[in-house]
C-alpha cells in the first residue's frame, strides 16, 4: 500500500475538531467562551459547501487553539488534557457511525439547512439558531450509543443555554470530523504519522 502523507487541508480538519473539543471543555468548566469563537464554529457548522478548507475556518488566529491543542496531543500527550481528548475521540466516533447511518445523516442534513435558514435571517450565534442546532443534536447525536459524556462544573452545565452551546460546540467538531474523513483523513494518520500532519499545520 502507498502511504499518501496527511494534507494541510485533513490537519485544518482535525485542527478543528480539536477546537470544538477545547471550547466544549472551556465552556463546561468556565462557563463561557468568547461570542468569536462561538460564532467560528456555528459559522463553520453551518456552511456545508465551502469554497475551500482555509476558508471554511478563516485566519489562522480563528483557528489558533485547535491547532495548538492538536500540536501539544501530538508533541506530548502526558500534557494534554484528558478531556479534551475524550471530547476528540468521542467526536470522530460520532462523526463515523453518523455517516454509516443515512436516516440520521439526511435528518442531519436537512436541519443544518433549516438552521443556515434561520441565520441567515437573524445571525449565526441568535438564541434561536442556538436552540434549533441543540435540538437537532438532542434529536440525531445524542440518540446514538456511545455518546459524549461532558463533565465540568454543574453549575454551568445545568443551565439551559450553556447546555445548549455545549451541544452546538459537540455538533462543529462532528462536522470537522466528517470533513476529516471526506479529505482521505485516516487513523493510521493520527496514530503513526502526526509528525507529518505537524509539518502541514498552519504556523
Known sequence: MIFRRPTADQALALAGVFQSAELVAKLATEGHVSEEQLSAAM???LNQNPETVSSLYGTVSDIELGINSMREMINDRT???????R????????ARRLTADTVRIKHVGDGIT???RQADHFSVTHENVIANIA?????????????????????????????????CLLFAGIRSAFLW????????????HRNNLLEVLPK
Open 181 to 192: 474523513h471526506q479529505l482521505g483523513g485516516k487513523r493510521s494518520h493520527i496514530l503513526w
Open 43 to 45: 459559522s463553520a457548522l
Open 114 to 116: 433549516n438552521a443556515k
Open 87 to 94: 471530547y476528540v475521540i468521542g467526536i470522530m466516533y460520532l
Open 79 to 85: 500534557q494534554a488534557s484528558t478531556d479534551v481528548m
Open 135 to 167: 435540538g437537532l443534536y438532542t434529536d440525531t447525536v445524542s440518540t446514538i450509543k456511545g455518546r459524549i459524556q461532558v463533565t465540568g462544573n454543574a453549575f454551568y452545565l445545568e443551565q439551559p443555554a450553556i447546555a445548549q452551546r455545549v451541544r
